[in-house]
């Protein structure tokens, strides 16, 4: 369920609210904290503590750091009282509650650390979409274990969740070329530039060259509006950190770039291994900037440090990708919905770029008529890929499917159920978007499908079913 107590803070600026706002309002303020006297001061900040210092692991320096990214609007040479210098960052800092609205749309994997399970059963990580005020999404985890009879257990969650500490990484051309292709500046300008960088680069090569390039912008047309795209795509680059310290269920992926401020949603993860046997965790997820969105990539090992980077290319457009769990066939493989309505499978040989697709499944059947898609990565059986979807038919009703694709081909088909394989309860109905079951991600533990799912955008439920049997309907 959701739990509107878990809050983390943000700096908060005045006149800088998402709607209504022009400009900041933040030298006012700060000049009314500063004509303050210092026994208001200090009731003030004790007031700050009694009422906060619970609900944070370390408020004193949450509200200095708000307070250091506002210094520059004191005046230089000021001596200011630690308490005052504290009460500036108390006015400049909100809570933000990241579950107010729901806890939504989640996908499972096996936990990297299985030590101390018991014997038969499997740890997992379950990624989840926290809603909170302004329909804002943010990345957050969850853990449990699944025993050998299906039965699952969930930990607590913690109660001090961070969203981490954000690190540029290194940036690589091919992200660059295949946005650019979508906006339509892969021209001289982007060569140009591209040219002089090397197959990967940091940002600060980056910007040395596009300074460069400004002081030519006399001989290149549009120059600007070409250092803005590489810009633009440059900020959809970066890394998260937390420390070892805090419960996977305390680490927040928050919204950094421009690209997905208004929120990230429905991680699709998957536990992906390389042909030399090595394992990386990958989650495609939706970027939302409030009015368009796009594709992105996060990748980690331990979940502790995470890197993310733009999808680009025709056949990641819209929402939704989902990567299978290998290689096939020597190619990266993804279930797409480039065209918002049907499954297709995506072949690439690099994971951030994918250019082509092609249809293998359409909304027919009365509950899948208006849309389908896939409901995270397709699981790997002896009979094939079991593909788990989701389709979306009358009174905007969301179902979950089930089919079964060709191992060595997976844009083969071998079979479909002909009915849901879940399909919301009478008691699933009412939420946040009503009459919605929809899961990003399944895992198998034996011969058991554990599946979660959201309940109409508002909460989350698990079902559990077993492979052979949804496999004995899919090959019929």
């Given at each position: ?255 950094v770039s421009y690209a997905e401020w208004r929120g990230m949603e429905d991680a ?64 990266y493989v993804a279930m797409s919905r480039a065209d918002h309505e049907t499954n ?62 060709d191992l060595d081909d997976p844009a083969r088909v071998i079979g479909c159920l ?59």
């Amino acid at each position: 369920m959701p739990d509107p107590t878990r809050v983390i803070s943000r700096l908060f600026v005045a006149g800088q609210e998402d709607y209504g706002a022009t400009q900041s309002r933040a030298t006012q303020v700060l000049d009314r904290v500063l004509a303050l006297s210092e026994d208001d001061v200090c009731r003030a900040l004790d007031d700050v503590y009694n009422r906060f210092i619970e609900r944070h692991e370390d408020l004193t320096e949450e509200l200095e750091r708000h307070a250091h990214r506002m210094a520059n609007r004191v005046q230089p040479g000021l001596i200011l009282s630690q308490e005052r210098w504290r009460l500036i960052g108390a006015i400049f800092t909100h809570e933000f509650s990241i579950e107010a609205s729901a806890l939504t749309n989640p996908s499972i994997v096996v936990h990297p650390n299985q030590e101390g399970v018991d014997d038969g059963s499997l740890r997992f990580v379950m990624s989840v979409r926290g809603i909170g005020e302004g329909h804002r999404s943010s990345i957050g985890f969850r853990s449990g274990v699944v025993a050998a009879d299906g039965e699952i257990q969930m930990d607590s969650p913690g109660e001090h969740p961070t969203i981490g500490t954000h690190w540029e990484p290194m940036l690589e051309q091919i992200n660059f070329r295949g946005l650019l292709e979508e906006l339509d500046d892969m021209g001289e300008n982007a060569g140009f530039v591209l040219g002089q960088l090397g197959a990967t680069f940091t940002l600060t090569e980056l910007n040395d060259v596009l300074f460069r390039f400004l002081d030519d912008r006399d001989s290149f047309r549009n120059a600007d509006a070409t250092v803005h795209h590489f810009r633009m795509i440059a900020e959809r680059n970066y890394s998260v950190t937390f420390s070892a310290d805090k419960d996977i269920s305390e680490r927040i992926l928050w919204p950094v770039s421009y690209a997905e401020w208004r929120g990230m949603e429905d991680a699709r993860l998957v536990r992906f291994i390389h042909d030399d046997g090595s394992v990386k965790y990958y989650a495609t997820y939706t970027a939302f900037d409030g009015v368009g969105i796009s594709q992105q990539l996060l990748s980690t090992d331990d979940f502790l440090a995470f890197e993310t980077h733009p999808i680009s290319g025709r056949a990641a457009r819209g929402k939704g990708m989902a990567l299978f769990p290998r290689k096939i066939g020597g190619m990266y493989v993804a279930m797409s919905r480039a065209d918002h309505e049907t499954n297709s499978v995506a072949f690439s040989d690099h994971l951030d770029y994918w250019n082509a697709s092609m249809t293998v499944q359409i909304p027919t059947r009365p509950w899948e008529l208006i849309q389908m898609g896939n409901a995270g990565s397709p699981i790997e059986t002896e009979a094939g890929w079991l593909l788990i979807t989701h389709a979306v038919g009358p009174m905007r009703t969301y179902c979950l499917g089930a089919a079964l694709l060709d191992l060595d081909d997976p844009a083969r088909v071998i079979g479909c159920l002909e009915e849901p394989l879940l399909s919301p309860r009478d008691d699933e109905r009412d939420g946040y978007v009503p009459n919605v079951v929809y899961s990003c991600g399944a895992m198998v533990h034996g011969d058991i499908l554990v599946l979660p799912y959201g309940i109409s955008d508002q909460h989350i439920g698990i079902g559990t079913a077993r492979i052979s049997e949804i496999l004995t309907r899919l090959v019929e």
